[in-house]
Nanobody, 122 residues
């Protein structure tokens, strides 16, 4: 069993940066850790994922090179550094633990956090 708790969401202006963090409890060594987001009226979508080795990061095209995912295995945390935020980045961001999948969304989440809200004002 894995529990995930996100933090860091807030309201920012377009062009600013924000760092989201997720603390995991339980054994996460066998899991890919990642972030998804859900904008108002839209389906939840994959943002980024990272494996235990930390060299295996994967990103959705929507990040456009603006987001960086990182993982601290000793602290059991995963973070998402977001820069050059746009109004389209407004969403609830969810931390997830799961596995990579060969088709569809790059990651299948087995565990979810409760989400942290990010609002980007233009």
């Amino acid at each position: 069993q894995v529990q995930l708790v996100e933090s860091g969401g807030q309201q920012v202006q377009a062009g600013e940066s924000l760092r989201l963090s997720c603390v995991a409890s339980g054994r996460t060594a066998n899991y890919v850790m990642g972030w998804f987001r859900q904008a108002p009226g839209k389906e939840r979508e994959f943002v980024a994922a990272i494996g235990w080795s930390r060299s295996s990061a994967r990103y959705a095209d929507l990040t456009k090179g603006r987001f960086t995912i990182s993982r601290d295995n000793a602290k059991n945390t995963v973070s998402l550094q977001m820069t050059s935020l746009e109004s389209d980045d407004t969403a609830i961001y969810y931390c997830a633990a799961g596995v990579l999948v060969p088709t569809g969304s790059p990651m299948r989440a087995d565990y979810w956090g409760q989400g942290t809200r990010v609002t980007v004002s233009s």
